[in-house]
């Protein structure tokens, strides 16, 4: 399938820089930002500054188009004299001759340009200006250029039929802006496969809960104020997502600059039910999305990925059990039964009642982490009939908007998963992805925030249903250690390296989406083993 539309040309020059990357920006419609991005367009600012001032006659940011070749764009800078047009493109870099990439690009506008004006393509040249060397090199649109660049559209335009793996190439891969959202594979000691990710790059969530708060904008930083108090002041760039829970007010221009730069607001009660989500503009990956409509209607693969989800929760609530040293030797092999009956079963209603037959055991065991005063007998909800439940339905609600706002913001159809059944409202693919961090992103957190005394039976309310709520003080406390939490680093086996539990949560969207995709074979669900 072709792509029709027409292609912007500056990524002309992302697709040469590595086609992969093209397809992240202009198929998945997913853009980041990173020093060497926002270097660039600071360039770009002070040029047209510069030309203000000092009143040059030239002409800047002209739209040309070009019918033939389906493509258009802003010239950087035109200048006319009664001789020639000189098209002017101007890069950050210290290039010493100019590169390939910028050479097509400065190609393709001077195509449009003579198009767009009417003007003959021999009396219009090109010239390339390198700010970090000073360096000016002269370009012209000769016939071998032209059918070059006609060669790369074609080949842009079949991207999506036909998509590059991806592969780690320091030079190229490490100042690039989209490293984690590409993830390229390297070879890890010549042999196994690893996948890159930036090493730091951890933003965390802000959960805001204090009734009356109010979100304001100062430049580029959010103000967070209560009373007229500030409370906290954060740049944009410093913020993962924000949570406004309950009577929290934001203004539309703090709203602006967190949309803007792709950081999702997730607005619910105070209970963490969700009311709504601003994730910016409307994704544009719909590959993704006939790719999971594609699958999901293939019970054969889809079966295959909720064997793997179910997988991983059994096997990381295994791990929770273990730590704590609460597994006895029958129980351990009972497990061990559950995980084959998982690998040999057939069919969905199977799968569920494994599923079931694991999650009743798991609670069986992971009861008796907690004194009898805590009264936790089985796990219940809708409501929660004592406060444990409390704890894990208000962290399993928190899970499931920090995995949604990941899935939301890759471009997924959240509402259509695997092992989750389709039911109005009900977003499935959420659920699915959160399993295999329930037992230790949750279910780990609950043990440990009441074993250590963290929480206390005086953080609960218990309401006239004889059902539990945590008090303001007593949600204040969880959402603090659940921030913690999703901060904790651990090993990812398929990154070979250490990083927070949200970056976790990130990465195993991206490799579900890759297999979704066909990008990789299989789905391999996160499992902790120390
Ligand atoms: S990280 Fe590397 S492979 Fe991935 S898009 Fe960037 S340059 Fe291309």
Redesign the pocket.
């Known amino acids: 399938m072709e792509m029709e539309e027409e292609i912007p040309i500056f990524a002309i020059n992302a697709y040469l ?5 093209y ?2 920006e202009y198929v998945k419609g997913q853009f980041s930002t990173n020093e060497h991005v926002e270097e660039g367009r600071y360039i770009d600012e002070k040029k047209s500054k510069k030309a203000q001032t000092k009143g040059y006659k030239r002409r800047q940011g002209i739209f040309v188009h070009s019918n033939s070749l389906g493509i258009y764009g802003f010239v950087d800078e035109v200048i006319k004299t009664d001789e020639k047009t000189v098209i002017v493109e101007t890069k950050k870099g210290n290039a010493t001759k100019p590169f390939k990439n910028d050479v097509l690009q400065l190609v393709a506008y001077l195509i449009c340009y003579c198009e767009t004006f009417d003007e003959d393509i021999k009396k219009v040249v090109g010239r390339l200006h390198y700010v970090g060397s000073e360096k000016k090199f002269e370009v012209k649109a000769d016939t071998e250029l032209v059918s070059r660049l006609r060669e790369i559209l074609r080949e842009m335009r079949r991207i999506a039929d036909e998509v590059p793996q ?4 320091k030079k ?2 490490s100042p ?4 984690d ?4 594979s390297a070879k890890k000691n010549g042999q196994n496969l690893v996948r ?1 990710v930036t090493p730091h790059s951890y933003k965390p969530p802000i959960f805001l809960s204090s009734q009356g708060a109010f979100v304001g904008r100062a430049g580029e930083s959010i103000v967070i104020s209560h009373s007229g108090e500030e409370l906290l002041k954060a740049h944009f760039s410093e913020i993962g997502t924000l949570y406004l829970m309950g009577n929290v007010q934001i203004s539309s221009q703090a709203l602006k600059l967190l949309v803007q730069n792709a950081i999702p607001i997730v607005f619910t009660d105070l209970n963490g039910a969700l009311s709504a989500m601003c994730t910016g503009a409307v994704p544009k990956n719909v590959f993704l999305r006939l790719k999971q409509l594609e699958i999901y209607k293939d019970q054969e693969k889809r079966l295959c990925l909720a064997k793997k989800i179910v997988l991983g929760k059994v096997r990381n609530q295994v791990f929770v059990l273990t730590k704590k040293s609460l597994l006895r030797g029958e129980e351990k092999a009972k497990f061990k039964e559950l995980e084959r009956a998982i690998n040999n079963c057939w069919n969905f209603d199977e799968l569920l009642g494994i599923e079931g037959v694991s999650a009743n055991t798991y609670f069986e065991i992971y009861k008796r982490a907690f004194e009898p005063i805590w009264n936790f007998n089985e796990r219940n909800r809708r409501p929660p009939k004592d406060p444990i439940n409390a704890l894990l339905s208000f962290g399993y609600t928190l899970l499931h908007n920090t995995v949604l706002s990941v899935l939301v913001g890759i471009g997924f159809e959240p509402l259509l998963g695997v092992l989750h059944t389709d039911h109005y409202g009900r977003f499935a693919l959420a659920l699915d992805l959160m399993e295999e961090f329930r037992p230790i992103i949750v279910d780990q957190l609950v043990l440990s925030l009441v074993n250590l005394r963290h929480i206390k039976p005086s953080d609960f309310i218990e309401n006239i249903q004889g059902s539990f709520v945590l008090t303001d003080r007593g949600r204040k406390k969880f959402l603090e250690h659940y921030k913690d939490r999703l901060e904790t680093k651990h090993h990812h086996p398929v990154l070979n390296t250490s990083i927070e539990y949200l970056r976790i949560i990130e990465v195993q969207a991206r490799l579900f989406e890759k297999c979704i995709l066909g990008e990789v074979g299989e789905y391999t669900p996160f499992v902790v083993t120390k």
Not at 166 to 169: A, G, K, L, M, V
Not at 176 to 179: K, V
Not at 181 to 184: D, E, G, L, N, T
């Open positions: 820089y590595c086609p992969y990357r397809y992240i991806p592969r780690y190439n190229h891969c690039c802006s989209l490293l959202i590409c993830m390229p890159k």
